[in-house]
């Protein structure tokens, strides 16, 4: 299973909210579905989510999308398979596809320092190479404080971004630590830009959207009016919910300010494995454990975190932000991907995702593996 330390959530809700408000369109047997659909339920009722939405692939096929409960709790709508939910940090695992795009295409060397692309950013005491913001060995801090993660300030590009940690000091040698990062990827939202000559949310759409066929993945805009759009939601000191924080995610586009569905999430995870966004060679670089200068190997990949299901190569990337709680899991070998995005924060999703994994495992025992390898 997949560990998390985030906190057990606990808040009486509404009746209403808890109840079940599932599409219909699954390809999973009816008996397979249900024990998944009773299971969300229980999670749900255990940490008092107001509303979910799952998508589900079996065999590299996407075989369920689904919303249980509640997008808006005020107004009792219904959330649905194709709710958009803030992406939060699996935004970074599209930057590192984007980064290694590019990296086929000659156009970004991963061990080349980061200001052969973004001359702007300070030298270091240490070399900072585009590898090492991808694995999370760049030194470069994550949030300060509580200010940095409930920004308001709207930003209209990415450069303007990188004031806000560009002079300050590492947190210790690249690649002798580990240390999760979010401003090395809004580092690598710049480095996609001045490599491809385009913006990063163009390169996005033209690049990894629409070859996934990804048609409602976008900007987390905070001004724009988006069709389907969760409300976010999360806990009171005392336990009851609230509506989340105010947030601009414009600071950190590349690195969580994204907006998508579960459903889209499933087909990104997909044109990856199949080699739709990368020849094989650079997708199996970047599940490869990455290791410190030491030797060691870490948990992280370059943008994918690493783990195991039932003994099974598993690859994953969770968010939490203001309103949402995210998930994607998949394991590569078997096509087997869970997407999961609710609008309660500091939900422990991982362990959510994997038990359901475990449930699809036996589902089609005759798996596509043509495009992935062990």
Same mark, same amino acid.
Request: some cysteine; hydrophobic content about 40%.
């Given at each position: ?9 606990? $808040?009486?809700?509404?009746? &209403?909210?808890?109840? #079940? !408000?599932? =599409?219909?369109?699954?390809? %999973?047997? /009816?008996?397979? @579905? ?58 970074? $695992?599209?930057?590192?596809? &984007?980064?290694?795009? #590019? !990296?086929? =295409?000659?156009?970004?060397? %991963?061990? /080349?320092?980061? @200001? ?77 830009? /001045? ?80 080699? /739709? ?98």
């Amino acid at each position: 299973m997949i560990r998390t330390t985030r906190r057990r959530l606990l $808040v009486t809700l509404p009746l &209403a909210s808890r109840v #079940l !408000a599932a =599409a219909p369109g699954s390809a %999973l047997p /009816a008996a397979r @579905q249900q024990d998944i659909e009773k299971f969300i339920a229980s999670e749900m009722s255990r940490y008092n989510v107001p509303g979910i939405s799952a998508a589900l692939a079996v065999g590299g096929e996407l075989v369920s999308s689904n919303g249980f409960g509640f997008a808006d709790v005020e107004n009792n709508v219904p959330a649905k398979g194709l709710t958009v939910y803030r992406t939060a940090s699996i935004a970074k $695992v599209m930057t590192a596809v &984007a980064v290694m795009q #590019l !990296a086929e =295409a000659g156009k970004i060397d %991963l061990d /080349a320092p980061v @200001q052969r692309y973004v001359p702007a950013f300070p030298v270091k005491p240490w070399p900072v190479t585009v590898r090492h913001l991808l694995c999370h060995q760049s030194g470069i801090r994550h949030y300060r404080n509580q200010q940095e993660i409930d920004s308001t300030r709207h930003f209209t590009d990415i450069p303007a971004t990188l004031k806000a940690f560009a002079n300050d000091g590492l947190i210790g040698e690249p690649g002798t630590l580990v240390r999760y990062s979010t401003y090395a990827y809004v580092l690598l939202g710049a480095v996609i830009e /001045a490599a491809s000559s385009m913006r990063y949310m163009q390169y996005l759409r033209d690049k990894i959207f629409a070859p996934a066929g990804m048609e409602r993945t976008r900007q987390d805009h905070h001004y724009s009016l988006v069709p389907n759009r969760a409300h976010g939601y999360s806990l009171s000191a005392g336990g009851q919910l609230q509506n989340s924080a105010l947030a601009d995610t414009s600071n950190k586009v590349s690195g969580g300010g994204l907006l998508s569905t579960a459903e889209d999430l499933v087909r990104f995870a997909l044109a990856f494995r199949r080699g /739709a966004l990368l020849r094989q060679a650079y997708v199996d670089m970047m599940l490869l454990p990455a290791r410190l200068k030491d030797g060691r190997k870490t948990n992280f990949g370059l943008g994918w975190k690493l783990t195991s299901v039932d003994g099974r190569k598993a690859i994953w990337h969770d968010g939490g932000q203001q309103g949402v709680s995210t998930m994607l899991l998949m394991l590569p070998h078997e096509g087997i991907v869970v997407s999961l995005m609710c609008n309660l924060e500091r939900v422990p999703l991982p362990d959510t995702a994997a038990r359901i994994a475990h449930m699809l495992e036996d589902v089609h025992p005759q798996h596509d593996t043509s495009r992935v390898r062990q």
